[in-house]
């Protein structure tokens, strides 16, 4: 099995910055993509940012884009979200996202790897 750990979450004022990080461990794979989703209270999880295996590749949602920078470290199998102009909207859950291979991929899917979510919330 995969073992998704995130950190990094936390309470700040809109305006702020904050890095999240996704560790990986357990079972191994050739290649992986990872990214970050977000679920607010009451709306259904949401893509915000994937890298590619190789980091060659990122994409982001719209409501993100300028703001966000998401990276990656192979030999650590971390994934980071650095998350800078923070509004109150970006308050959710954070949710790292693990898929083996290297299609890179912005939505859900059955073969996704999940960590347990660590909760930001951006004050007004």
């Known amino acids: 099995q995969v073992q998704l750990v995130e950190s990094g979450g936390g309470l700040v004022q809109a305006g702020g910055s904050l890095r999240l990080s996704c560790a990986a461990s357990?079972?191994?794979?050739?290649?992986?993509?990872m990214g970050w989703f977000r679920q607010a209270a009451g709306k259904e999880r949401e893509f915000v940012a994937v890298?590619?295996?190789?980091?060659?590749?990122?994409y982001y949602a719209d409501s993100v884009k300028g703001r966000f920078t998401i990276s990656r470290d192979n030999a650590k199998n971390t994934v980071y979200l650095q998350m800078n102009s923070l509004k109150p909207e970006d308050t959710a859950v954070y949710y790292c996202?693990?898929?083996?291979?290297?299609?890179?991929?912005?939505?859900?899917?059955?073969?996704?790897?999940w960590g347990q979510g660590t909760p930001v919330t951006v004050s007004s």
């Open positions: 890298i590619s295996w190789n980091g060659g590749s990122t």
């Open positions: 357990g079972r191994t794979f050739s290649s992986y993509t």
């Open positions: 996202r693990l898929r083996p291979g290297t299609l890179v991929v912005i939505t859900t899917t059955p073969y996704d790897y």
